[in-house]
């Protein structure tokens, strides 16, 4: 399944947050601070990143915006007790992925989640089928040279 980095500096919220990924058989990699969490995304493979807006040293807007340019496709799921419209808005300008009011709701959060995981999926399916394309594309020449030469020295 899925790695999910989950980042939020009230320890027993990241508890329940933590015991319901894993219950969906996701691996929780866990920080209580955005300068953690960012270590542990440039250290392991994070397929997913769920975090708290307001944090003592840096945002998580402030945060959304330097693992987005550490890795521009990462996804990023914002959980905040202090939503508005304009901080929705900013987080989407942004590249978050979502943005859920907290505390939040389990079953909204799996959906989104499983939105999210599936738009990875896609994205990897996406990039192998690219991939197959260009080979194909580079393969043609090739053929169309194995076909004349055996048409030249065959067909005589």
């Known amino acids: 399944m899925a790695r999910i980095l989950l980042i939020d500096d009230d320890r027993d919220y990241r508890a329940v947050l933590r015991e319901f990924i894993e219950a969906r058989g996701h691996t929780v990699l866990e920080a209580e601070s955005a300068r953690e969490g960012t270590d542990i995304f440039l250290k392991e493979k994070v397929d997913l990143v ?6 003592p040293e840096k945002s998580g807007m402030e945060l959304l915006t330097e693992l987005k340019r550490i890795h521009p496709k990462v996804l990023f799921i914002m959980v905040t007790g202090f939503a508005t419209l304009e901080t929705t808005k900013e987080a989407i300008r ?11 709701e389990m079953d909204q959060l ?11 999926e896609l994205q990897s399916h996406l990039s192998t089928v690219r991939g197959v394309n260009y080979a194909l594309l580079l393969a043609i020449p090739l053929w169309l040279g194995v076909g004349y030469l055996l048409f030249r020295f065959i067909g005589r």
């Open 110 to 120: 799996a959906v989104v989640m499983h939105r999210a995981l599936s738009t990875i």
């Open 94 to 104: 942004l590249g978050a992925y979502d943005i859920l009011p907290k505390p939040v």
């Open 50 to 55: 769920v975090s708290d807006f307001m944090m």
